[in-house]
């Protein structure tokens, strides 16, 4: 006990050459260092002035609590096992100085090791991978928290080169890889004291600025309506990641982001240039590609409007088609109801001028709808070859009558009658006006003024064809006498105003028809005529021919039709002359035959002028006889009519109508029709039915036709078959 005393006076008394650190974790066991040698005594509490002797040279004072966690080593290292927190002191211990050869004594404090933590590489993108770019400088760091000692950083490769040491608390390796570092492992060595305490590893991947090139499947010229497939592929390979990718399409970005872009309908607005830009942390490269999508012509349709005395009339086929190389077909001439007018040839660039068909024509006849074909071996998606567009030609005109309106037309007395005709404008029509015999009709309860737009009959070059107009009536309820005269119809548009005359007329027996064409065909007699007033009535014309060498002639009957003009082929003997004449009838009675027209044989051309010398002979003889006769006839009629009045016989209206029906003149309402066919003097004719050899007798009344026929008026008449002369009032 005394020694311990004296040697704590002395520990006093010398004074610490240095002092140092020594670091050990709770539970542990701490190993102190003394550099002298022997060590004379280990004390504790030094640091506190307070101090406890833990050993004498190599023995324990057991007189500690803890004497069993202590121990010294053969170097004189004070062991102090399952370390706790009352063990982190300050401890000195006493020697000789072996190089002063004195007492000394080193200090050590125990201090608690604490580990580094939080170990990460800041350029990691994923777990346990860095990216670079082959040729750039990068930097591969490695971060910890610090912990007690102070930590060393290693940075190792993956053969275990130290690559760079630094800490604590970072280290950094600065490299610019090439190829061959691509793939290679990194590692950061964390040393704690000599203990490794962590460790991390990453793998460098290398990114190459992309190469890419576009591909098309099938291929870059395709089909309209066909797929299609645009590949951007890297060349670098699958391993290079492309971080994103951008498409444009004629210079302007899309919305599309990956790879591929698959078009499952190709369009041709697909056409033109698809660039496909990659990038990734090494850069951007782009390609593009030319798409050629192939499709059938589409033609413009339009419309196009040319004044009436317009002589130049250009229209042209608006097209456009891949590939470019527009063959143009024949034209179609259609009206505006699609009705087919005509088919004309243009030029080769697509060009058709009107002006150079019209001929004859009327200005009017060149509007409707022109429609061009054209092709460029390409199918449309409904599988058509050719492609048609249309172009609508309006002609600025005033309106235009059809030449099928009618200039004489019926009506019935105490019935109702209509005045009809028809009419095509080219603008709105702004007004329709009725006027009789110069005064205008206005409208009453008797009288109506309709106009109605429909789909009307008109001849457009040479054809009868459908097309829109307007039908305007004058539609006169309980007709009267006076209601029997000349009207003028006037419509106009923008463009000007037209008009048309009608004279109204009583329903009669038809007017001759005119033979427009009488000739040979190769199986027989090809005979054209015109209608030229039917009466009021269905009527059905007799066409009568025979041999110049017969005196028979043979019949055959033509019911009418709606056309005016009327043909039909009758057959004849080869080599015979012909001669051909006609008529038209009715319900009311028949016309007049035609003037006899010989038919040659074009064999015996030479022959034809002794028929026709023989003909004019026979016909002067036979008119000379009808004339004799029909002046007879004549004759026995007014003396008859003479000796009605000498015994004052006077027939009445009863007697009228009987004889009407006798010869089928009466109308719906059984009231005798006249038929009135102006001469020359404005006088009224009252037609007289066949006379004798067919001849009619005409005679004229004395009422002036522009004086209106008031009630009790008088006109005379013949009735068929009758010598009678019948008067009755109006």
């Known amino acids: 006990m005394i020694c311990l005393v004296i040697l704590a006076c002395v520990l006093v008394r010398t004074e610490s050459l240095s002092m140092n650190t020594s670091y050990e974790k709770m539970s542990g066991t701490a190993i102190l260092k003394c550099p002298f040698g022997p060590v004379k005594t280990w004390a504790a509490g030094i640091a506190e002035n307070n101090s406890t002797t833990y050993t004498i040279g190599k023995m324990i004072n057991y007189n500690l609590p803890f004497a069993k966690r202590l121990n010294v080593s053969e170097m004189n290292s004070l062991i102090i096992k399952n370390v706790t927190s009352f063990d982190f002191q300050v401890y000195r211990c006493t020697g000789i100085n072996s190089i002063t050869g004195k007492l000394d004594t080193y200090d050590i404090l125990l201090k608690q090791a604490i580990d580094p933590s939080n170990i990460k590489i800041l350029e990691e993108t ?89 591909q098309a499947y099938p291929h870059n ?136 068909f019209t001929g004859t024509a009327e200005s009017y006849e060149n509007g409707g709808v022109y429609v061009c074909n054209v092709s460029n071996g390409i199918r449309s998606t409904d599988d058509s070859l050719w492609q048609t567009g249309k172009v609508q030609v309006i002609i600025k005109e005033s309106p235009v009558f059809t030449k099928q309106n009618k200039p004489e037309q019926v009506g019935y007395i105490d019935n109702t009658s209509s005045l009809s005709v028809d009419v095509m404008s080219s603008s709105r029509i702004m007004s329709t006006k009725w006027y009789k015999e110069g005064s205008e009709v206005l409208k009453t309860e008797r009288l109506a003024m309709p106009r109605n737009s429909l789909i009307i009959k008109a001849q457009f070059h040479n054809k009868m064809v459908y097309t829109k107009g307007y039908r305007c009536n004058l539609i006169i309820d309980k007709t009267k006498p006076e209601d029997f005269q000349n009207y003028t119809v006037t419509v106009q548009n923008q463009y000007g105003v037209s008009s048309f005359m009608i004279q109204l007329r009583y329903a009669g027996p038809p007017r001759m028809p005119q033979i427009t064409t009488v000739k040979r065909t190769s199986n027989g007699i090809l005979v054209k005529w015109r209608s030229v007033f039917d009466g009021g009535y269905e009527t059905t014309y007799e066409i009568e021919f025979r041999k110049v060498t017969e005196t028979k002639w043979d019949r055959i009957h033509i019911k009418m039709i709606m056309e005016n003009h009327l043909s039909t082929t009758f057959i004849a003997d080869p080599n015979t002359d012909y001669l051909v004449r006609m008529k038209a009838l009715n319900k009311m009675g028949n016309s007049s035959s035609t003037k006899e027209q010989i038919v040659p044989t074009e064999d015996k051309e030479s022959q034809r002028s002794a028929v026709i010398y023989g003909t004019s002979v026979f016909t002067v003889i036979m008119f ?43 109308n719906d309402n059984n009231i005798p029709v006249i038929n009135i066919i102006p001469p020359a003097e404005n006088n009224i004719n009252i037609n007289v039915l066949q006379g004798a050899f067919g001849e009619s007798c005409e005679g004229y009344s004395s009422i002036d036709r522009r004086k209106r026929m008031s009630r009790g008026q008088k006109v005379s008449y013949m009735a068929n078959r009758s010598s009678k002369v019948v008067s009755t009032e109006l």
Not at 244 to 251: A, D
Not at 306 to 314: G, H, I, K, Q, V
Not at 634 to 646: G, H
Request: glycine share 8%; aromatic share 8%; charged share 25%.
């Open 221 to 356: 010229t395709t089909m309209e309506g066909d797929p299609l497939e645009l590949r951007c592929d890297d060349e670098e390979g699958s391993t290079n990641v492309i971080s994103r990718y951008k498409w444009q399409h004629k210079g302007t970005y899309i919305q599309h982001s990956s790879k591929v872009m698959q078009i499952n309908v190709t369009s041709r607005m697909d056409n033109g240039n698809f660039t496909c830009i990659a990038e990734n942390e090494a850069g951007d490269a782009r390609d593009t590609i030319e798409i050629n999508i192939l499709y059938a012509p589409v033609i413009e349709n339009y419309s196009v409007s040319f004044f009436e005395n317009n002589s130049n009339l250009l229209v042209s086929c608006k097209v456009s088609g891949n590939p470019n190389n527009i063959t143009f077909g024949e034209w179609i001439h259609l009206s505006d109801v699609d009705t087919p007018i005509r088919y004309l040839n243009g030029s080769e660039d697509g060009i058709l001028a009107i002006s150079s």
């Open 624 to 666: 000379c006889i009808s004339g004799v006769f029909g002046c007879f006839w004549c004759y026995s009629i007014i003396e008859k009519k003479k000796r009605m009045k000498a015994t004052n016989h006077n027939i009445d209206i009863n007697q009228d109508q009987q004889l009407a029906e006798d010869n089928g003149v009466v």
């Open 126 to 214: 994923e777990q346990h991978r860095v990216i670079g770019v082959i040729g750039q400088e990068m930097s591969i760091t490695c971060t910890v928290t610090s912990g007690e000692p102070e930590e060393i950083l290693i940075i190792e490769d993956d053969n275990g080169t130290e690559m760079v040491k630094d800490g604590p608390g970072s280290v950094k390796f600065r490299l610019k890889p090439d190829r061959n570092d691509d793939g290679k492992n990194f590692t950061c060595l964390v040393l704690s004291g000599d203990e490794l305490v962590l460790s991390y590893t990453v793998q460098l991947q290398l990114r190459y600025k992309p190469n890419i090139t576009i």
